[in-house]
DNA sequence: TCCTTTTTGTTGTAAAAACAACAGAAATGT
DNA sequence: ACATTTCTGTTGTTTTTACAACAAAAAGGA
């Protein structure tokens, strides 16, 4: 645990918290770590989620699989992202999807159940705790909301240039590398892998991007 | 404000909170009463949104329009749902989406920003109303991965299934009424309105669904 | 380095979806 | 009740996508 401690100390679940503060959070919530391997599943569809997880190292993919079998790929999470953490709130807390560790991943695990139910009022340290995990929870349904605008267009082209045009956005320059691999990427966006690569490359032909793996440059304004 | 009193008090986001406290936070809040009609455009893109707003009745669909001028229903929003709470916490609280009004609604608007600078630590209550829109947000999340696994389906049949089947378990019920008419269902879907109602009758006919107008009977287990 | 495995790109074909144009049904207003 | 408007369903055609099979490139291991 105190080999974790700064990055545990710098993930906005506990921000503007002192030592002290931190220190008792961390003892109130039973805190543990726990290591995954890449390919390992680390919360399965149907899990009852009581425990808040906390990404400290590594990578993170949330999948659903259709009844047909196909994967779809909800978002890719990386260090200080949170697993879950809008079922631990929620009446039905049996997990809606896979957690699939697709790099080795060091994972915080807090009992929120338990120090919920001690500390509801008594713990003053409760408020600021649950006040970051609003604003964190609003970030990912910010992020959702950018996902299905992605996938809601209505040609691989034009899912290709907004997902490339929010990636941009957010790296705030048209020079930018993406996370996913053509595969991943392909199930984010719910479209066929070879007609993706297809699609892009003709997007290079065009001129309209440049890519060489996954750096890309978005030669327009979308 | 009093001809809505019994409504506010049965609101979620103020769960949990006697009469005395309610009164507190309304005034804290600086809380006013607004009405819209069909067609009115609540929010619109690019709005800086610093206020909380509480449906407490009529009709909003969250929808974006697509660079090529394409329109997406995110979702459809009813009584006690709250609009674009995710952006009140967000860093960027210029909104991402439009919010339009599809049937005659009253709109409860709390000025959170003020009442969150003057009470941070003072407001008692504010402890409970963070955690009441934690949980409103968890729902809303849930949500937003729901019809992600909806619009995630590789054809127009299997986007149909899952929905309904979605529907159906949220009904607790296999039959069931859709909020959705045939054009919204569509934008909701990111499918054509013709070759959607093509495949409804196709599903009636082969005996997997039954419908009139609204009304759905799902025959299979998906 | 060379071999193996994984990832990415290319092409042709079959299947599915979008689109357009229209017909029928239901809802709305007078 | 009738006319008008809106909503839903149907059909044929064009466009787009998925799929399969394979080639090329990159990454990883011995």
Chains 1, 2 share one sequence.
Not at 82 to 88: C, D, E, W
Not at 192 to 214: C, H, P, Q, T, V
């Amino acid at each position: 645990m105190q080999k974790y401690y700064q990055k545990i100390k710098n993930s906005p679940i506990f921000y503007g918290m002192a030592d002290f503060e931190l220190d008792r959070m961390l003892e109130c919530f039973k805190a543990s770590i726990k290591n995954y391997e890449a390919g390992d599943t680390i919360i399965r569809r149907g899990d009852i989620i009581t425990k808040i997880y906390v990404i400290l190292e590594g990578e993170v993919n949330i999948e659903k699989d259709s009844y047909w079998g196909r994967r779809i790929i909800i978002q890719k999470l990386h260090e200080n992202n949170n697993i879950a953490l809008s079922l631990v709130a929620s009446k039905n807390t049996e997990s809606n999807i896979n957690a699939i560790c697709t790099k080795d991943a060091t994972i915080l695990i807090l009992n929120y159940e338990k120090c919920s139910a001690m500390c509801q009022n008594a713990c003053m340290h409760h408020g600021a705790f649950i006040r970051n995990m609003f604003k964190i929870l609003s970030k990912e349904n910010v992020e959702l909301v950018e996902k299905i605008e992605n996938i809601s267009q209505k040609s691989i082209r034009d899912k290709l240039l907004t997902y490339l045009s929010n990636e941009s956005e957010k790296n705030k320059s048209n020079m930018f590398e993406i996370q996913f691999n053509r595969q991943e990427l392909a199930d984010y966006l719910n479209i066929d892998r070879s007609a993706m690569s297809f699609e892009l490359s003709k997007l290079k032909r065009e001129g309209l991007i440049n890519y060489k793996k996954n750096k890309f440059i978005l030669r327009v304004e979308v």
